[in-house]
């Protein structure tokens, strides 16, 4: 793995009426980011939360906010969410493609670690002449949207071919992420994990996250 680890919990499975602890429920279990899900209702069928929500969250979060724009035209919210506290802030290509270059123009002025995601019909070569001003690339293994989908297993081949054209940064893989869908993805590249169903439905979710980060460490040495 040419990047370090990371388990990101995906705070859309959490409980919002209790987001203070699920936050500390999170790190307590091992966590190494928080995965935070922003929806806008018209990128996605489906509408979370914004920036003052974020801001709340960084108030109180002890490790770093792994953002995931599911927005339109996200060069207009880069900064707003920068200012919020992401440490990592990522923006679907398929919403930049008229002007993906002036959006990751907007995303690196914030200093934030940049990522941008792609949703499983999106291949990755139009991200190959910029591999080198990305931090992190994240990978949908579901359509983005809600939680709790099944894992697609025919998206491995993106994170192959980003690592065989020599991409070291972080390959995010977001969706259906258990102790079983994991290694398959950590053989393939994939060091940052999105986990929202299996960690905090879990009965017991620092005993999940160990064992996928068991899961995950077992695969990656083989
Ligand atoms: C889906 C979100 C994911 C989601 C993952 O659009 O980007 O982060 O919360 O949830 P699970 O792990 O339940 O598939
Ligand atoms: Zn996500």
Known sequence: MSRPLRIAPSLLASDFCRLGEELARAEAAGAD????????????????IGPPVVGSIKEVANIPLDVHLMIEEP????EHYAQAGADVLSFHYEAAESNFEETLAA???????????????CGVEPLRPYLDQLDLILVMSVHAGFG??????????????LRSWGFRGDIEMDGGITAETAPACAEAGT???????FLFRAPDMAAATADLRQAIEGAAVS
């Open 107 to 121: 995303f690196k002025a914030t200093g934030c670690q940049i990522g941008v995601a792609v949703n499983p019909p």
């Open 148 to 161: 709790g989908q099944s894992f697609m297993p025919e998206v491995l081949d993106k994170v192959r071919q």
């Open 75 to 78: 060069a207009k919210w880069a």
């Open 191 to 197: 060091n940052a994990f999105v986990a929202g169903t």
């Open 33 to 48: 980011w928080h995965h935070v899900d922003v929806m806008d209702g018209h990128f996605v069928p489906n509408l979370t």
